[in-house]
């Protein structure tokens, strides 16, 4: 029988055979409300680690873009650049969340961390010596930004595994952990290219990714070492009865299961990046297309705070059906991107759609959580972080062909279908999951 750990205050250290989890009482108030179980389960401490540890891989591509581009002078090199951070991130994701699911998370984090730190550095050194741009020079700046990619750790993906882990069998502290890990996300991914266009246009072009180096170093190796790294290195396994919905299915169903909220964030992905490449058309239509990323830091943030509100939301309404609701308004708002015909009025669209985009994206990753095999939490989470660089990829080459044949209208439909794609891959988990659930109470009354 497993024992509850100590307080947040105090550190555990469990036993090699057992497996700690939290303690169930929770304090009776909070100004936090109930947000407040979340220091009380992990410390405070985990909640800012947590947050900013993942800055830097919002720093990357957008800092490789402006390092390469200034230092080359070529917008086509910069591209290069931030194109093989993101295939590189995308690649190097799932590799990182098995080993974490078979090493555990803390050796990985810290090797992790030590090789992207050298990556980033070798990546400096090798863009800011090269005197020309071209053949061999440009080839090894693309292998490094690759690796930059390919070994920065996956923060939100794995803290989401540790968060399962500590509310195992709670949903509702699950769904307040998830809405406050969709609104460190969208925060950090407004904040992050902020800051590298503030340090790159202040002082220097490599300030961003030396600064990207020393978060990596400093608060991803304290985040592997936090003590909550023993909930999902040693996860305990689920009663019989709290089982998610296709775990006693066959491997193939199962596996398909875990598909749709892949899928459902490759599409997610594909909204990102088609509508950051439709908002530089549309205002570039308007002379002023350094203004996009203004514009879409509005969604951002209605996104980040319409996230948090997910925690509220009834218990009764449940995740295929929050899936299938939030899909439904955010396509209908996505569908209203074409109309505006000034940037006033593209600041209310942006906002209405923020509002739908946060709670999807909360719920898919519930129910990831759901599917995802006990033993494979890691892998899945960042098979989802995955599908969002892949989706963003293309969703901006989709969206910039149209954008360059039709102009900015035409690019608009881009982030209507991908919203469009999320609402039927709703329905699609909807069905799944029902005939999952379905087919496991069958077999429980099978003698």
């Known amino acids: 029988m497993y024992k509850n750990p100590t307080p947040a205050s105090a550190d555990p250290s469990p036993s090699p055979n057992q497996s700690p989890l939290p303690r169930p009482d929770r304090p009776e108030r909070s100004r936090l409300g109930r947000f407040g179980v979340l220091p009380h389960l992990a410390g405070t401490s985990f909640l800012v680690l947590g947050l900013f540890a993942r800055l830097p891989l919002a720093m990357l ?55 992207n730190t050298l990556a980033i550095a070798v990546l400096l050194v090798v863009t800011l010596t090269s005197a020309r741009f071209t053949g061999g020079a440009l080839a090894l700046v693309l292998a490094a930004a690759f690796a930059t990619g390919f070994t920065c750790p996956q923060i939100g993906p794995l803290a989401r595994v540790r968060w399962m882990a500590m509310t195992r069998g709670r949903r509702s502290d699950l769904d307040t952990a998830l809405s406050y890990e969709g609104t460190a996300d969208e925060l950090t991914f407004v904040l992050g290219p902020a800051l590298v266009g503030l340090l790159a246009g202040l002082i220097a ?5 030396a600064l990207a ?27 019989a009865d709290e089982a998610a919905p296709g775990e006693e299915a066959p491997a193939r169903y199962r596996a398909s299961l875990v598909l749709l909220p892949v899928a459902g964030m490759i599409a997610m992905g594909t909204f990102f990046g088609s509508t950051q490449t439709f908002l530089t058309a549309f205002t570039g239509h308007f002379g002023s297309p350094e203004s996009s990323g203004l514009l879409y830091a509005v969604m951002g943030l209605s996104s980040a705070l319409a996230a948090l509100s997910v ?20 396509a209908a708002a996505a569908a209203a991107l074409a109309l505006p015909d000034s940037i ?52 901006s080459a989709l969206a ?35 005939r999952a659930t379905t087919g496991r109470r069958m077999s429980r009354h099978v003698p």
Do not use: K, N
């Not at 086509?76 to 078979?102: I, K, N, Q, T």
């Not at 978060?215 to 396994?237: K, N």
């Not at 059906?321 to 955010?330: F, K, L, Q």
């Open 311 to 330: 925690a509220y939301w009834p218990q009764r309404f449940g995740h295929t059906t929050r899936w299938v609701a939030s899909a439904a308004a955010m």
């Open 213 to 239: 180096a020393a978060l990596t170093i400093t608060l991803v190796s304290a985040f592997a070492v936090h003590r909550t790294v023993a909930f999902s290195d040693a996860p305990p396994a689920p009663a």
């Open 205 to 209: 072009a490599w300030l961003p990714l």
């Open 344 to 395: 006033a009025a593209m600041v209310v669209v942006l906002l209405v759609l923020g509002i739908f985009v946060g709670p999807t994206m909360v719920t898919i990753f519930s129910i990831g959580s759901e599917v995802a095999p006990a033993h494979r939490l890691g892998t899945v989470m960042t098979l989802l972080a995955s599908g969002i660089v892949a989706g963003t990829a293309i969703g």
């Open 61 to 115: 591509t957008v800092g490789a873009l402006t390092l390469v581009t200034t230092a080359s002078d070529s917008y086509a090199a910069g591209g290069f650049a931030a194109g093989a951070v993101g295939v590189g991130s995308a690649l190097g994701a799932p590799l990182l969340g098995v080993l974490a699911d078979r090493r555990g998370q803390r050796i990985v984090l810290l090797v992790s961390a030590v090789l």
């Open 400 to 434: 910039g062909t149209l954008a360059e044949s039709s102009g900015p209208a035409a690019a608009a439909a881009v982030p209507a279908s991908a919203a469009g794609v999320l609402l039927l891959l709703g329905l699609l988990s909807a069905v799944a999951l029902r």
